[in-house]
């Protein structure tokens, strides 16, 4: 069983930053960020392999959010920028081991986070 934690979320103004971070109790082979906004379904946001040398971004990050890992401290990290009020919602981390499939395939992922708030206020 693998533990995540995920930290930084919080009350920012629209076009502000935030800094997600996931501590994971152990290296999997993915691990990224997901999200619900009240009312519709879970979507993935950016995920990564524990190398690094695959990486996912969905389109409405692309340009404004940065996932990256640091390995030592098991810990992957979400940078978000330009934060809009539709960015509102839970934010979850997750992990997986399968290696084959693409990274936004979330049936992958088998370990989740609590899940931690994130409001952008407009």
């Known amino acids: 069983q693998v533990h995540l934690v995920e930290s930084g979320g919080g009350l920012v103004q629209a076009g502000g930053s935030l800094s997600l971070s996931c501590a994971a109790s152990?290296?999997?082979?993915?691990i990224g960020w997901f999200r619900q906004v009240s009312g519709k379904e879970r979507e993935i946001v950016a995920a990564?392999?524990?190398?690094?040398?695959?990486?996912y971004y969905a389109d409405f990050v692309k340009g404004r959010s940065t996932i990256s890992l640091d390995s030592a401290k098991s810990t992957m990290y979400l940078q978000m920028n330009g934060l809009r009020s539709e960015d509102t919602a839970v934010y979850y981390c997750?992990?997986?081991?399968?290696?084959?499939?693409?990274?936004?395939?979330?049936?992958?992922?088998?370990?989740w986070g609590q899940g931690i708030q994130v409001t952008v206020s407009s």
């Open positions: 990564m392999n524990w190398t690094g040398y695959r990486i």
């Open positions: 152990e290296r999997t082979y993915r």
């Open positions: 997750a992990a997986g081991s399968t290696v084959v499939g693409g990274l936004d395939r979330e049936d992958l992922y088998i370990y």
